[in-house]
């Protein structure tokens, strides 16, 4: 079965202290790992696909990794607007499904 | 730009009535739709997968009958949830994927649902 486990659940930045989010993940055959952002009573929003082990993506303070096993978030000197649930999502190549298996989110609040 | 929409945003229901939630695609066609529920402070858990013109495909637990899907066309799914109950309550989200594009889903605002 397709897992995926994030941590820490939640996280607390003091404005300008950098840090970075981990998902760690098991899958038959990773065809994308993806991060979205959620904020309150919103649904989440794309921010990266990351396809191999190696690749790294960038969009403005944030930047994300990833390795066979695990992706990190890092986050360089957050804002508070960066405060938000970050949630890591998989999807698996077989069975020709585009399902997306969720993690259960890191709560990241970011404090001026 | 990816912009998906839903309507209506919130919505009250009295037990045992069905309402029905939109999802369009605003500037794209989708190959795809996918409807999911969040329980406050959870993460998100997919109902249902539906492609333009067939049958949804239901993920294991979620009643087919009580939880109607129709996608009519590739900017538009609605989600029926019928003859509800105060246990439906929850917040509904529905995600597209682009006709001819990766595999990114790109997701609505979500509906707040509350059965009285």
């Known amino acids: 079965e397709d897992q995926v486990t994030q941590s820490p659940e939640a996280l607390r930045l003091q404005e300008g202290e950098s840090s970075s989010l981990n998902c760690s993940y098991t899958?038959?055959?990773?065809?994308?790992l993806f991060w979205y952002r959620q904020d309150p009573g919103k649904g989440p929003e794309f921010l990266f696909t990351?396809?191999?082990a190696g690749e790294e993506k960038e969009k403005e303070r944030l930047k994300a990794t990833l390795t066979k096993k695990e992706s990190f978030l890092h986050i360089t000197a957050p804002k508070p607007e960066d405060s938000a649930t970050y949630l890591c999502a998989v999807q698996a190549e077989s069975g020709g499904s585009e399902k997306l298996v969720f993690g259960k989110g890191t709560k990241l609040t970011v404090n001026p | 730009g990816a912009v998906v929409s839903q309507h209506p945003s919130w919505v009250i229901c009295k037990s045992g009535t069905s309402v029905k939630i939109e999802c369009r695609s605003l500037d794209f066609q989708a190959t795809t739709m996918f409807w999911y529920r969040q329980f406050p402070k959870q993460s998100l858990m997919l109902m249902a997968t539906?492609?333009?013109?067939?049958?949804?495909?239901?993920e294991q637990g979620v009643e087919k009958d009580k939880f109607l899907i129709n996608h009519a066309s590739l900017t538009l799914s609605t989600l029926t949830v019928t003859s509800a109950h105060p246990e439906d309550s929850s917040f509904y989200i529905c995600s597209a994927t682009k006709y001819g594009g990766t595999y990114e889903q790109y997701f609505g605002p979500g509906t707040r649902l509350t059965v009285t």
């Open positions: 539906s492609n333009e013109g067939s049958k949804a495909t239901y």
């Open positions: 990351l396809y191999s």
């Open positions: 899958v038959s055959g990773l065809r994308g």
